[in-house]
Each structure stands twice: as structure tokens, then as C-alpha cells.
């Protein structure tokens, strides 16, 4: 299991009890958003607000702790700040999947980010469509 609390100290943020139980959450989950979060976290803090999960989100993807993805159409998703990798992103139900960085779309970042003489730091890459799951049952 990740040290949740070394996690937030590195980043500056305070290990609250509210933090720590999200950042279970969402790492027992991969990708969730923030409706789920709350579903869960009300099982052990019964009076946490909606508003709470939501303020707290948003300092640790502030701090860096955790990562937005965006969804087309519904809300974002959540995931633990890890190395890049890409995410295939299903706009029908919302699933999202992860693939690691291979060397053929690294060199072609490289190649596009360097013509613009452009520092290339982090690389979030978003592929959205439609997932094997919804493609069979339509
Ligand atoms: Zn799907
Ligand atoms: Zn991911």
C-alpha cells in the first residue's frame, strides 16, 4: 500500500484524515470521479460533505498528488499521479483504461516538441472513443 501520508508531505499538504481516505479510494479504484469518491468515503466519514471531497480534489491535483482526466461529456476522473502514460478514454461509459508511453508515440512527441524548440515536461495523452465493452453490446 502507498504511504499516503510521506505522499502529501512530499507535496506540502497536510495528512488529513479526509485526504488520506480519498487517496485510498482512488487508488483502490484506478480512475473515479468525484461522485464515486463521495459515495465511498461516506461508508467511514458519514458527515463529510459533497463540498469537502470536492475542495480537497482540488488541492492535491493543485499540488500535484493526483490527476485530472477529463472526460467528453461527463464528469473528470481522478488518478494518483504516476509516470506518464496514455489513457484510452471510452465516451460512452465513461471507462478509462491505461497504456504505457511506447517508444514510437515518445519519439513522435520528441520530434514535434523539439521543432518548436518546446521543453517537454509532462505528457497527459487523452485518446478518446468507444471501448471494447460498449462496441459489443450496441
Ligand atoms: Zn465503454
Ligand atoms: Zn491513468
Excluded: W
Excluded at 5 to 25: D, G
Excluded at 103 to 120: C, G, R, V, Y
Amino acid at each position: 500500500m502507498t504511504d499516503y501520508i510521506t505522499l502529501l508531505k512530499k507535496h506540502n499538504l497536510k495528512a488529513t484524515f479526509q485526504r488520506i481516505n480519498i487517496l485510498e479510494i482512488v487508488d483502490k479504484n484506478g480512475h473515479i470521479d468525484i461522485d464515486g469518491i463521495y459515495e465511498q468515503i461516506k461508508q467511514k466519514l458519514p458527515t463529510i460533505s459533497l463540498a469537502t471531497v470536492y475542495k480537497n480534489i482540488l488541492s492535491m491535483t493543485q499540488s500535484g498528488v493526483l490527476v485530472e482526466v477529463p472526460i467528453v461529456g461527463k464528469k473528470s476522473k481522478y488518478e494518483l499521479k504516476k509516470a506518464d502514460h496514455i489513457h484510452l478514454v471510452c465516451t460512452k461509459c465513461g471507462d478509462v483504461e491505461d497504456k504505457d508511453c511506447i517508444d514510437i508515440t515518445n519519439n513522435a512527441l520528441m520530434a514535434l516538441t523539439s521543432k518548436e524548440s518546446f521543453e517537454l515536461d509532462t505528457r497527459q495523452i487523452n485518446l478518446y472513443g468507444i471501448c471494447k465493452k460498449c462496441k459489443q453490446a450496441s
